[in-house]
């Protein structure tokens, strides 16, 4: 904050008087602006000498700094006494009052050391904390407002997933229960747009989309965007965005990104991009259409920071305010992609090469707007950038042009969490068709080589270096890849000219478990557990599709066993519901895993024996009645046999009898035909 010099002010003030005396005064009156949103107390400070004052600001405006932008000079440390020091508490001014806001919600409580933990409130409401009142008034008691709980679908008591099902007229959500449910195709219905049917209106007119996390299912409708969520699906939040076509959540489910595709051409056009609250159901900002590239805004990981490419600029926007950070964008002139790492707010980003200047791609870290780590390169011609899933690593894939008409692969990694970010490199020589990372971990796939049955290698990083982990065998029918979310097992899939080819491969074996096909294919999903897999022939809402007849999925094991086939009239989506990311850490994971047959298998192995009888036919189940029936009476009289040792022997003077194991027990199973029926299936 500036301090005003009493002289000037004095002098000023002075002077506005004369004006006003002679009468020549014909400004409007000063008003004085006592409103002080944008300014802190920080309170709780350590009290120390002079000559630590400026390490001690440092500290405070690289923690308070996170949370906004602070005007200049906008740290005020008073200092008093004698000998001077500082005096506990300390004042911050930012540009806005919701840089504030957040700096208090977000800074209380927070510990500076062991010793100081800091209190932060708003300047404001300085004078109401010093004249409370300090006897205690009890509030007023309001009534209960039971609210949707927003993960009620975790609560399975069978650990279920739930996928939704788009086809036709219907949009459906069903519990995935392929052993429990196997008489009607694997599934459970969990809501189907009863109440909308009932009121005589569809659940969603256009497509559904689930949230980052799964909290909410949004709805497709020609004047806006619908959630839902909770256990019976009520209707959440609206947002009013006509002719709404594409839409994105941020990663932690804070907000939302609609757009209709329709450039602004007047003021008076609607926003064709919005970004919402979706707390709030409130508009933040609304953005013209720059291009038809989807989603147009990339999201950090902690949803801190949202940004857009323009043509030659990048611009990054704090959420707090949807004000772009620093006040300006970042030049970069030719910039075509942006990528933020999943683990930390720092943005990647390429430039590709032109007039003898190399491509190069760099990383720069938010919000000191810092380039970290920046690598050029000659001879590009396209990039495709790759963060695994924690953001310990970043592969850059590298087209390169080797001669006029021959092009060249390079992969280059960059090692996020080392001392300077090193780089490593990967030359090959065939054109790369795909590239996944495993899911939390630090292997990663690729398909390569020219014509239809190229190779797939897999890799492993290593502390040191990079490691081949595996190469699997030349000719596969494969162009996409798809890693479980465990990470142990891989579906290398041969989608669009391959027709559905599906290889299941485990990483831990380095074996094919499998090769399936599902003609036609075009939609491979895993469900979040990792367990089982969904594969859909779909087609657009708009109709065209020549593979119409094979609409429908079907349902599949880690291992490949088909467990369901569904035939769909009309199928456009079939989408499994995300789950929260696990709140366990990677020790309590694997103790689960080494505790798993001493604590939890015999409960698994009762669960699905209970499962294996409720399918069975009803003679079936007698006859299993009466043969554990049968086994425990056995068992209850070989007990009495044995107790009745000693009464033996002493009938026999002492003398246990030679012959008192000399038998064999044999049992014979018997199977009778109860029925037999001859069915005729018509020829096609």
């Not at 942006?338 to 990647?348: D, E």
């Not at 349902?555 to 696990?582: E, I």
Request: glycine content about 6%.
């Amino acid at each position: 904050m500036k301090k005003v010099e009493p002289q000037k002010f004095s002098s000023f003030a002075s002077t506005r008087l004369a004006k006003m005396s002679s009468g020549h005064y014909d400004e409007p009156p000063v008003q004085l602006d006592t409103n002080f949103g944008n300014v802190i107390i920080i309170d709780k400070l350590p009290v120390i000498a002079l000559k630590r004052y400026e390490k001690l600001c440092a500290v405070v405006r690289k923690i308070f700094g996170k949370w906004g932008t602070m005007v200049q000079d906008g740290l005020y440390m008073p200092v008093g006494g004698d000998p001077k020091k500082t005096c506990g508490y300390a004042f911050i001014e930012y540009e806005t009052p919701e840089m504030a806001a957040l700096a208090v919600m977000e800074g209380d409580h927070k510990k500076l050391d062991n010793k100081h933990t800091l209190r932060v409130n708003l300047f404001d409401q300085y004078e109401k904390y010093a004249e409370m009142k300090m006897e205690y008034l009890e509030p007023k008691r309001t009534d209960y407002e039971s609210k949707a709980n927003l993960t009620s679908w975790l609560l399975d008591d069978h650990h279920r997933d739930q996928f939704v099902l788009r086809w036709g007229g219907e949009t459906q959500v069903y519990w995935n229960d392929p052993y429990r449910k196997a008489n009607t195709v694997g599934r459970e219905l969990a809501y189907g747009g009863e109440r909308e049917k009932a009121g005589d209106k569809k659940w969603t007119e256009l497509y559904v989309a689930w949230s980052t996390h799964g909290a909410y299912l949004a709805t497709f409708h020609h004047q806006g965007i619908a959630l839902w969520g909770g256990e019976s699906f009520s209707k959440l939040a609206r947002f009013a965005h006509p002719g709404v076509r594409t839409i994105d959540f941020s990663p932690c489910e804070k907000f939302l990104v609609t757009c209709n595709g329709m450039k602004k051409e007047k003021p008076s056009d609607p926003d064709p991009i919005i970004v919402w609250d979706i707390r709030t159901a409130k508009k933040l900002r609304g953005f013209n259409m720059e291009d038809n590239s989807w989603p147009a805004f990339k999201w950090s990981h902690d949803d801190q920071f949202v940004a857009r490419v323009t043509p030659d600029v990048i611009s990054v926007y704090q959420t707090v305010d949807m004000g772009l950070v620093g006040k300006k964008s970042i030049a970069a002139k030719g910039v075509r992609e942006i990528l933020w790492s999943p683990g930390q707010n720092i943005l990647s980003y390429w430039i590709p090469e032109k007039d003898q200047i190399p491509a190069s791609v760099a990383l720069i870290e938010f919000p000191s707007k810092k380039v970290v780590r920046e690598k050029h390169i000659f001879k590009v011609v396209d990039v495709n950038m790759h963060w695994q899933d924690k953001g310990d690593y970043l592969a850059v894939k590298l087209s390169l042009r080797k001669t006029k008409k021959t092009l060249t692969t390079s992969f280059e990694f960059f090692r996020m969490r080392d001392k300077n970010i090193p780089v490593e490199n990967l030359e090959i020589d065939d054109p790369v068709v795909a590239f996944a990372w495993q899911p939390s971990g630090n292997h990663f796939a690729f398909i390569h080589g020219d014509g239809p049955r190229p190779w797939v290698s897999f890799y492993k990083l290593t502390k040191k270096k990079l490691v081949l982990h595996h190469k699997t065998k030349e000719g596969r029918p494969a162009n996409s890849i798809y890693w479980s979310p465990s990470g142990q097992h891989v579906i290398l899939a041969g989608l669009g000219p391959l027709n559905g080819q599906l290889e299941f491969f485990d990483l831990r074996t380095r074996e094919t478990l499998t090769q399936q096909e599902h003609f036609m294919c075009t939609d491979i999903e895993w469900c979040p557990s990792g367990r089982f897999l969904i594969t859909a022939v779909t087609q657009p809402l708009n109709g065209g599709s020549r593979f119409s007849m094979e609409n429908g999925y079907r349902l599949w094991t880690c291992m490949g066993d088909q467990l369901a086939t569904v035939p769909t009239d009309q199928c456009y989506q079939v989408l499994w519901r995300p789950r929260p990311k696990c709140l366990l850490q990677y020790e309590e994971i694997q103790q689960i895993k080494k505790d798993l047959k001493s604590k939890y298998w015999g409960k698994f192995e009762q669960e699905e024996e209970e499962i294996r009888m409720g399918q069975l036919s009803d003679a079936v189940k007698e006859r299993q009645r009466l043969k554990r029936e049968w086994e425990a009476y056995r068992a209850e009289k070989a007990a009495e046999y044995g107790e009745e040792a000693d009464m033996r022997a002493d009938l026999r003077g002492g003398v246990l009898s030679d012959d008192d194991d000399d038998y064999e027990v044999v049992q014979q199973s018997v199977e009778e035909k109860i029925s037999t029926e001859e069915v005729v299936l018509p020829s096609n």
